[in-house]
């Protein structure tokens, strides 16, 4: 099992910027593929960023130039870093985690209990 717990989550005002962590815990061996998603009310969940093992990432295009998911294997911590934060991006943000198997099958395993972040003024 995997345990994930975000943090970092918050009221913006247009934009400004935010960093989300997501600390991992439990059998990290395992995991190839980390992710952070969103859904906001009334809209589906919708992937933001992915990065795999080998530091390969990947954007949504409504979040290209403005978002930046990395992370720290020293720490088990995977980050999204958010600039120009716009009021669409209110959200509640999750942080997944998935086995190579499960991601190429385009899944994820694992997901945290998810952070509130409001942009607006």
């Known amino acids: 099992q995997v345990q994930l717990v975000e943090s970092g989550g918050g009221l913006v005002q247009p934009g400004g910027s935010l960093r989300l962590s997501c600390e991992t815990s439990?059998?990290?061996?395992?995991?190839?593929?980390m992710a952070w998603y969103r859904q906001a009310p009334g809209k589906e969940r919708e992937l933001v960023a992915h990065?795999?093992?080998?530091?390969?990432?990947n954007y949504a295009d409504s979040v290209k130039g403005r978002f930046t998911i990395s992370r720290d294997n020293a720490k088990n911590t995977v980050y999204l870093q958010m600039n120009s934060l716009k009021p669409e991006d209110t959200a509640v943000y999750y942080c997944?985690?998935?086995?190579?198997?499960?991601?190429?099958?385009?899944?994820?395993?694992?997901w945290g209990q998810g952070t509130q972040v409001t942009v607006s003024s």
């Open positions: 997944a985690a998935a086995s190579r198997a499960t991601y190429l099958g385009g899944n994820y395993d694992y």
């Open positions: 439990g059998s990290i061996f395992s995991i190839d593929a």
């Open positions: 990065i795999t093992s080998d530091g390969s990432t």
